[in-house]
């Protein structure tokens, strides 16, 4: 029972670099998305997708891209890492409950990646 | 707009008593879900409960009671006899309909048992 696995767990980045935080799910869930956790701040949306194609901007979407080629995988790009960028990132796929209304309910964490900046 | 407050930043207590963290929203939908998750010190977001507007009952699981009042806008979290794997970081945070992108959380209030 994998449910949402992220990769790499911990990175380092130099200033100016790129790379990619890969979020894949096993629970056939429509919608993923990706926050991230800064101290006092709580969580706060990046980008996320509705479905397979689609992805939209959330509430700090800057200096990050995002692709969802297939349904299960959520892809996160740094293009060019700055250190503002530091943080926890988690990426999280949730679901309609037809029994609840049809409502989007809770999200299923993965286990986060912590990144630094330097 | 969709707002969580939840004002107690840190609490602690000793082991075996009971503790409460306060949660208060704002949001202008008729039909919301609120939720609770707990983020041990190992990092993950664990899913505790969820609850949807139209349902004010509250909630009891094992040590844990839930405390959901419209009239305050208030979704409250009851530990009773509180142990020291209770300590962890807590986030309320509550999603409108039709809410595919609005799961807003509070700053959390982080909680510590002290044995």
């Known amino acids: 029972n994998a449910g949402v696995t992220q990769t790499p767990k911990f990175r380092v980045l130099k200033t100016g670099q790129s790379m990619t935080l890969l979020c894949a799910q096993d629970?056939?869930?429509?919608?993923m998305y990706w926050y991230r956790q800064d101290p006092g701040m709580g969580l706060r949306l990046i980008h996320y997708?509705?479905?397979?194609?689609?992805?939209a901007k959330g509430e700090v979407p800057d200096g990050y891209n995002v692709s969802r080629l297939k349904k299960q995988n959520f892809l996160l790009g740094l293009e060019s890492a700055a250190p503002s960028q530091t943080s926890v990132y988690f990426c999280?796929?949730?679901?309609?409950?037809?029994?609840?209304?049809?409502?989007?309910?809770?999200?299923?964490f993965g286990q986060g990646t912590r990144l630094t900046v330097v | 707009a969709q707002k969580v407050t939840q004002a107690q930043t840190e609490i602690s207590v000793v082991e075996k008593e009971d503790v409460t963290l306060d949660c208060v929203y704002e949001?202008?939908?008729?039909?919301?879900?609120l939720f609770w998750y707990k983020q041990p010190p190992s990092g993950e977001l664990v899913f505790l409960i969820r609850?949807?507007?139209?349902?004010?009952q509250n909630e009891i699981s094992g040590r844990y009671s839930w405390n959901f009042q419209k009239s305050t806008s208030s979704f409250n979290f009851t530990i009773t006899a509180s142990q020291v794997v209770d300590s962890a970081v807590y986030f309320c945070?509550?999603?409108?309909?039709?809410?595919?992108?609005?799961?807003?959380f509070g700053t959390g209030t982080r909680l510590t048992v002290i044995p």
């Open positions: 949001t202008r939908d008729t039909t919301y879900y």
């Open positions: 945070a509550l999603r409108g309909v039709p809410g595919a992108n609005n799961l807003f």
């Open positions: 609850r949807n507007s139209f349902d004010e």
């Open positions: 999280a796929s949730s679901y309609s409950d037809p029994q609840d209304g049809g409502g989007v309910t809770e999200a299923f």
């Open positions: 997708s509705v479905g397979e194609g689609t992805t």
């Open positions: 629970m056939n869930h429509e919608y």
